[in-house]
């Protein structure tokens, strides 16, 4: 299982959420990009990565890199709640801070503190993951130099925490997905299956007949985003997430009718919905297919042999 380094990201620590993933054995690699092209090229057996924050939207490089670089399926997704720390060298204060070192998104996820704590006009020096940042102001040793990072980071590499949750909004939470090859994982009835939409053309009323698709299913749509498309300005996909698994009649049917109604459609996979409740739905369905598969079974005594 390949996820993003150094040590002590939020990648890890939602890793680490699942012991069965984390159970596996881990490999550590420099970028998400680098994640997901080891399991496409078939280095690793399955990837970890972030795709959605919920301040800054979707995580660009890793949407972008499943929907048009590589063939992978998501196997399953975590919700982790984000929590920004601004951490410093032993002895700094937050006074003394001049730099401030992280991935890009997490610091646009921490804007308004960068602003009325910071200052405006200091620095913010892009890394590729929030451990590399810690890594490195613990290796400089420069006091006027922060990095932005979780709690992890901060004891993996000795650092103090200068301000505590400096997230712009409380309830920040990140969206991380598990991908493999050619693997979908069997429903489980509380299912999520996510998909990137071509159209034929831009042209008005396109958006709508894809939404009817579902509309017409009451298939319940729980994302969706427009994504250039890299072959021209102004050509655009839809990437969107929806309630069900391929396995599924209805979704199998909406599935057909999209292929054959737009330019392409491309599966990422379907695959168990993430959330506390998810087990509870999960164990519930299961309990009511049993049920069914009793009665049906009891019905079926009574049919009269030929």
């Known amino acids: 299982m390949a996820f993003l380094g150094p040590p002590g990201t939020f990648t890890e620590q939602a890793l680490r959420t699942q012991p069965d993933l984390a159970a596996a054995e881990l490999v550590v690699l420099p970028s998400m990009l680098d994640v997901l092209h080891a399991v496409d090229d078939g280095k ?5 990565v972030a795709i959605e924050n919920a301040i800054e939207g979707s995580v660009s490089i890793a949407v972008d890199t499943l ?3 590589v063939d992978l399926l998501i196997q399953r997704e975590v919700v982790l709640p984000v929590h920004m720390h601004l951490l410093g060298v032993p002895g700094a204060t937050l006074d003394q801070v001049r730099e401030v070192r992280s991935i890009p998104v997490a610091a646009a996820q ?5 602003h009325e ?17 810690a890594r490195r102001v613990a290796e400089g040793g420069d006091p006027s130099i922060a990095a932005l990072a979780n709690g992890l980071a901060a004891e993996n590499f000795g650092l103090d925490v200068l301000a505590e949750g400096v997230e712009d909004h409380p ?4 969206r991380f997905v598990a991908v493999q090859r050619q693997v979908v994982p069997a429903p ?9 939409i071509f159209q034929h053309a831009d042209r008005p009323g396109s958006l709508l007949a894809i939404l009817q698709e579902f509309a017409a299913r009451s298939i319940n ?3 969706l985003e427009s994504r250039p498309t890299k072959r021209g300005l102004g050509d655009y996909c839809f990437l969107c997430d929806f309630e069900g698994h391929i396995a599924d009649e209805v979704v199998a049917d909406c599935l057909r009718s999209l292929k054959a109604e737009q330019a392409d459609v491309k599966f990422l996979g379907s695959y168990p919905a993430a959330g506390d409740h998810g087990p509870a739905v999960r164990a519930g369905v299961a309990e009511a297919y049993r049920r069914a598969d009793d009665w049906l079974t009891e019905l079926r005594r009574h049919v009269r042999p030929t």
């Not at 921490?110 to 960068?114: H, N, P, V």
């Not at 489980?188 to 990137?196: A, R, S, Y």
């Open 44 to 48: 690793v057996e399955a990837g970890f």
């Open 67 to 69: 929907a048009f670089d």
């Open 110 to 114: 921490c804007r308004r503190f960068l």
């Open 117 to 133: 704590k910071l200052g405006g006009d200091v620095p913010l020096v892009p890394v590729d993951s929030t451990a590399e940042a």
């Open 171 to 174: 309830d920040n939470a990140t």
């Open 188 to 196: 489980t009835g509380h299912d999520k299956t996510t998909l990137v």
């Open 221 to 223: 749509l729980t994302w």
